[in-house]
């Protein structure tokens, strides 16, 4: 059976890594030992030109080679003793049961000592802010065809609606891929009740967190060495003005420590699962010209205006940009924002005038058929 096509990618780079211990000086013993275990067509075919003798060892071997021809380069081998710790740290990391959770804590301090070490020498702070570190061959976006386009043609403005009822936002406005704002969706919120409820209560969550991830961080204000923690203390200067920043809670704690200062809206029924993300919007007198670009990974993305407003542009993706329009609004204080992703693009601007604060959550549409 021939080999599928998704993994020619991944066997092309096996296969240059393959050329490089050549040059190197290994031995056909030692890459065979490293490599017959992958069993890729390619890489066994090429395996067959060098060989069949060595059993065992390959992977020790290959690390003393390795070793000396870096001796004297210092940062190389701890590069490659972070490489060896992070890729047995994502493995632990990936394994499941009440078994591995001491043994993943330790493996993933480790990582994070390993990177702090080799930052110096590697910048990584851009691959630690975005989604996906490796692309996934077999990972299949939904497809959007032209009978999507079509759902959009007519429109031309964002719906403004209140008091509507859950078979109505399903039947005429998510199903035919119509973003819509409700006005009054947020009415009942405890946060929407009180005048206390600031920056303070959503930067506090962080600064009290020893540990902890972000994804997507996305601002005007310089971040020193990733620093998240940093960054947000400088929130309180009075001398920082002029700012946005925002950012997704990819991480489940995080997550779910935000999510307690929002509930579903009374229009999304309650067997429809808001994901394991969400994100925050804070603005501070920041006069933006640059629309900025909130991308989900789900089915839905709600956009929830807790103070202040946001200018929201709505873009049809490239499948679509020659049958539907650009769509613009204005989100207030109060008001939630509905936008489908297969078909439109969500970006905003903050507010020009005063503080701006927006939590954004997603959901998992069964279908849009």
């Known amino acids: 059976m021939s080999p599928s096509p998704k993994l020619e990618p991944i066997e092309s780079e096996i296969l240059k890594i393959f050329e490089d211990c050549k040059s190197r000086g290994m031995s056909k013993e030692e890459i065979r030992d490293v490599f017959a275990p992958l069993g890729l067509p390619k890489v066994v075919n090429r395996l067959s030109e060098v060989g069949k003798k060595g059993q065992g060892h390959g992977v020790a071997m290959m ?13 190389v081998k701890s590069l490659l003793i ?38 110096p020498y590697w910048n990584w702070t851009d691959m630690y802010y975005t989604r996906c570190m490796v692309r996934n061959p077999f990972f299949e976006a939904p497809n959007l065809n032209l009978d ?15 008091n509507v009822s859950q078979t109505l936002v399903n039947e005429e406005f998510i199903r035919r891929e119509k973003p819509f704002i409700i006005t009054d969706g947020m009415d009942d919120w405890d946060i929407m009740m009180t005048d206390q409820f600031w920056f303070d209560n959503i930067t506090e969550i962080y600064l009290r967190q020893a540990n902890f991830q972000v994804c997507n961080v996305n601002t005007n204000l310089r971040i020193s060495n990733g620093d998240f923690t940093r960054l947000l203390k400088r929130l309180y200067n009075p001398r920082t003005q002029g700012w946005f920043i925002h950012w997704e809670n990819c991480q489940k704690d995080m997550a779910k420590s935000v999510r307690q200062y929002y509930r579903r809206p009374y229009f999304i029924s309650d067997s429809l699962d808001f994901t394991g993300s969400n994100w925050v919007l804070m603005s ?21 205006q807790v103070r202040g407003s946001n200018h929201v542009r709505i873009s049809p993706r490239e499948a679509c940009r020659g049958h539907c329009p650009e769509l613009l609004g204005t989100l207030n204080e109060g008001e939630i924002l509905v936008v489908t992703n297969l078909v439109w693009i969500l970006e905003y601007i903050p507010g020009e005038f005063g503080d701006n604060l927006a939590l954004a959550s997603e959901v998992a549409w069964p279908s849009m058929e």
């Open 148 to 162: 999507d386009c079509n759902l959009c043609e007519s429109l031309d403005e964002i719906a403004r609606m209140a």
């Open 284 to 304: 501070s007198d920041f006069n933006g010209r640059v629309y900025k670009k909130i991308e989900g990974t789900d089915s839905l993305m709600l956009l929830h």
């Open 82 to 119: 972070f490489l060896t710790v992070f890729a047995v740290g994502g493995v632990i990391a990936a394994r499941n049961g009440e078994e591995m959770k001491t043994l993943r804590f330790h493996v993933l301090a480790v990582v994070r000592m390993a990177l702090i070490k080799i930052l």
């Open 63 to 75: 690390t003393t080679v390795l070793k000396e021809k870096v001796k004297g380069h210092a940062w």
